[in-house]
Every structure is written in structure tokens, then in C-alpha cells.
């Protein structure tokens, strides 16, 4: 079996902390606490890092110093998924984040003592995108070893609430920094903030789930397979383990094809081609400013929605109507008539587009067995930050050919594909999320030993 988190020894999780619903349970909301200090941090450390760019270089070489980072993290993060579950999420949390930490901090103080110029913060680009690729798969395998089955979805809209409130904060601090002594600033605020994460994650209990914690949303014979695959080899070995489970799983398969076309159909409309709609119709910054709130007060809410709720029945069904549904209201964006309207519009894609997202990340954390979760994670991250990207070059090559409406109409056909192949397969069309148990349910075993 992987190694469990042995380097900074875990206290075990009582059967009193798992009995509370995960936005109660003061050990899941340490774990938020330190995603979400992490999380500000990130976006702080992408604004210093812009504007020390852009004041090093020309806007040219600034955005190539930006765009670095996405390399290594792209080429790596399988790997990454690999490193998480050999050695534990919980581990590769806490190193990722002291990394990040001193590297933001080294390039505070060179940036405060001189002008050091593009290379230290390229080569500060590179190293956060190599730590990414380990970050972000452990990331998303550390929930399941922090609370019930039960409740992971429910700390998937919390998880996606500590997003949404990073964005809205994180940039405004960034500025206050720099407004306030330049990058080297926003560098050391970036860096203390993602210093805060470090020992909130040392205080995480964490434990190792038995194979069968997934029943409720695995078959029998997966858990077997996990088992026999979950042996420790060679890196390469593990990682074509992961995939072999992966493509075996009758969920998890075309779960993955879903959250591909899923991404590649939304990534280029609500990113440049949102930019270029605004300027084609004189909305400017400012209406564009309107149309993002709008998509982040409706992903905000549908976050929201599971965190409070914990549970939404038929979650394979309600994903696909949200997707075919949000792909409509993607490609009305191109065609209301005024701001207000396409804020409008916005609300509700970020509500179905936040939804169906959620639960798409739900499913994937509840049906991947505890010791390939990383590897999963790994994979669905690489269909989102490595392929879905590519939309955006051509998205806006496209609108400069044939306008932001055929474009617009189109990737909202491609996203609709994901709801399509949702319903196509009949195992993923039919899965559900795990009932949150009662707390008398939960209490059970203990009453019987007495």
C-alpha cells in the first residue's frame, strides 16, 4: 500500500470528529483554512509577480515570464499524482507549501535589495509550476483521508467557496501591496500568506481509508483491482497503474472525456472571448468587470449549495442536465442585447457551470479508491490546466475570422458534448453520491461495543 504520512505524525480521527458534517468538523475547517491561505497567497503572488515582470522587461517577455510556469506543470503533474500517493497527500501538502513559501520570500528580498531583471523571477515561475504539479493532485486526494465519504461532497463546495473567495480577495491585496512598496511587498505578503497554510496542515488529522469506504459508489471488482495495483514499484509502474484504473473504471473513464470537453468548451468563452465580446460591444472594462461578478456570484452560489446541502440525489444526472443547460447560456452570451443582460446570463452559467463542476469533482472523489486518488487527481488536472488552455489561442484566432457569435455558439456545442457523453454511459448517467449519514447512524458501532 502507499506510505501513509509518517513524516509529521497524524493524530488518529476520532469517531466523535467524523460524526460531524464536514463544515462543523474543526478538522476539515483547519484544512480550509490552510486551502484557503494558500490559496490567496497564489493569487498575491501572481499579481507581484505580473508587475515585477512587466517592470523588468517589455509586456512580450513579461508574458512569457507568466506563461512559464504552465510547462513544468503540465509535463509533471502525472507524476505529481504518482508522488502524492506513494508518499501521502498530507506531506506533499505541507512540502509543497514551505517550498513555495521560501521561494516567494528569496525573490521578496533580492527583489527589495536590487533590480535583479526577468531571469530570478522566470526562474521563480518555474520552480512554482514544478511545485504545482505535486500541489495541486495531493490537493485533491487529501479531503478523503481528512472525512467520511459522506461528506466529500459537501467539502467540495467549501472547497470551491475558499476559490471564489480567493479571487475576489487575493487580487485587491496583490494591489494593495504593490501600491504600497512595489513587488517586493506583494512578494512577502504572498509568501507569509502561504506561510500560514503550513501550520494549520500540520494540526490536520489525517488517516488511511480502508479500500471499501467507496462501496457505495464502486463495484466490487475495482476495489480488487485497486488492491493488486496498489502494490509499491517503480514510478513508471504506479503511474501506468493509476491509468489502468482509471480506464478500467466505468465512471471514472468517460468522467474524465466529460471534464475535457467540458473545459475546452468553456475555457475560451468566459476567458478571451469574454474580453473580446466586451470590446466589440463598447461594453469596456467595466462592463466586462460586471459579466465576471455576475459568473462568480452564481459559481459562488451553487459552491454554496452543496457545502450547506451535502448532498444533491442523482448527482450523474443532475451534472449532465446542468451542463447541457449551462452550454445553452454560454452561447446566449454572445447575443443579449446589454450589460445587465449578460450579467444576467453570467449568473447562470456560473450557477450551472459551478454545479455541475462540483459534482463532477464530488464523483471523482468519491468513486476513485483512497489509493489512486492522486493519480486521478493528477489526470483530471492535467484535462483542465494542460488541455482545456489550448481553447483560448484558438478561440480568439476564431472570433478574429468569424466574430464572437459562431464562436461563442460553438464552444457551447463542445461543452454540450460533455453532457451528452454524461448521459451516454450508463454507469456514470446513474451515479450517485453517498448518503450523509444520520448522526445516530454514524454513532451506531459505538453503542453496539458497549
Known amino acids: 500500500m502507499p506510505t501513509t504520512d509518517t513524516g509529521i505524525p497524524p493524530a488518529p480521527v476520532t469517531l466523535a470528529a467524523s460524526a460531524r458534517p464536514a463544515h462543523r468538523d474543526p478538522n476539515v475547517l483547519r484544512w ?3 486551502y484557503t491561505a494558500s490559496m490567496v497567497g497564489d493569487s498575491v503572488y501572481y499579481i507581484a509577480l505580473s ?5 523588468a522587461g517589455t509586456p512580450t517577455q513579461a508574458g512569457v515570464v507568466m506563461a512559464v510556469s504552465a510547462v513544468p506543470r503540465a509535463l509533471l503533474m502525472l507524476g505529481g499524482g504518482v508522488v502524492a500517493d506513494r508518499f501521502g497527500p498530507r506531506r506533499v501538502v505541507i512540502g509543497s507549501d514551505a517550498v513555495r513559501c521560501a521561494a516567494v ?67 485587491p491585496l496583490g494591489g494593495l501591496g504593490v501600491a504600497l512598496g512595489g513587488a517586493a511587498t506583494a512578494f512577502g505578503l504572498a509568501g507569509l500568506l502561504i506561510a500560514v497554510s503550513v501550520p494549520l496542515l500540520i494540526s490536520v488529522r489525517v488517516r488511511e481509508l480502508p479500500p471499501d469506504d467507496a462501496d457505495d459508489v464502486s463495484a466490487a471488482d475495482d476495489v480488487d483491482d485497486a488492491r493488486k495495483g496498489a502494490r509499491p514499484g517503480t514510478g513508471w509502474q504506479d503511474l501506468r497503474d ?8 466505468r465512471v ?58 451535502g448532498r444533491v440525489p442523482h448527482a450523474g444526472r443532475v451534472a449532465a442536465v446542468a451542463i447541457l443547460a449551462g452550454s445553452v447560456a454560454i452561447g446566449a452570451l ?13 449568473v ?26 492522486g493519480r486521478v487527481s493528477s489526470v483530471s488536472g492535467i484535462v483542465s490546466l494542460g488541455l482545456a488552455p489550448l481553447g483560448m489561442p484558438l478561440s480568439a484566432a476564431a472570433i478574429g475570422l468569424w466574430g464572437t457569435g459562431p464562436v461563442f455558439v460553438v464552444s457551447a456545442a463542445v461543452c454540450g458534448l460533455a453532457g451528452v457523453c454524461v448521459l451516454s454511459f450508463r454507469d456514470l448517467r446513474r451515479a450517485e453520491l453517498p448518503k450523509v449519514k444520520k448522526k445516530q447512524e454514524q454513532q451506531q458501532p459505538k453503542s453496539k461495543s458497549k
Open 32 to 34: 480550509l483554512g490552510a
Open 51 to 55: 508587475w515585477a515582470a512587466v517592470q
Open 105 to 171: 520570500l528569496a525573490v521578496a528580498g533580492l527583489v527589495f535589495v536590487t533590480d535583479p531583471g526577468l531571469w530570478p523571477l522566470a526562474l521563480l515561475a518555474v520552480v512554482f509550476g514544478t511545485v504545482d504539479a505535486v500541489f495541486m493532485p495531493a490537493v485533491g486526494a487529501l479531503p478523503a483521508r481528512i472525512t467520511d465519504s459522506d461528506q466529500l461532497a459537501r467539502v467540495q463546495g467549501m472547497r470551491g467557496l475558499a476559490i471564489r473567495f480567493a479571487g475576489v480577495v487575493g487580487a
Open 242 to 249: 493509476g491509468l489502468r484504473y482509471i480506464r478500467h473504471d
Open 252 to 309: 471514472l473513464a468517460p468522467l474524465m472525456l466529460a471534464i475535457a470537453l467540458g473545459d475546452l468548451g468553456f475555457v475560451g468563452p468566459l476567458n478571451v472571448g469574454l474580453t473580446l465580446l466586451a470590446d466589440e460591444r463598447g461594453w469596456g472594462a467595466a462592463g466586462m468587470g460586471w459579466v465576471l461578478a455576475g459568473f462568480g456570484t452564481g459559481a459562488g452560489a451553487a459552491s454554496l449549495l452543496l457545502a450547506v446541502r
Open 334 to 346: 454572445a447575443y443579449v442585447p446589454s450589460v445587465l443582460a449578460a450579467a444576467g446570463v453570467a
Open 348 to 373: 447562470l452559467v456560473g450557477l450551472l457551470a459551478g454545479l455541475s463542476g462540483a459534482l463532477c469533482g464530488a464523483l471523482v472523489q468519491t468513486r476513485s479508491d483512497p489509493a489512486y486518488l
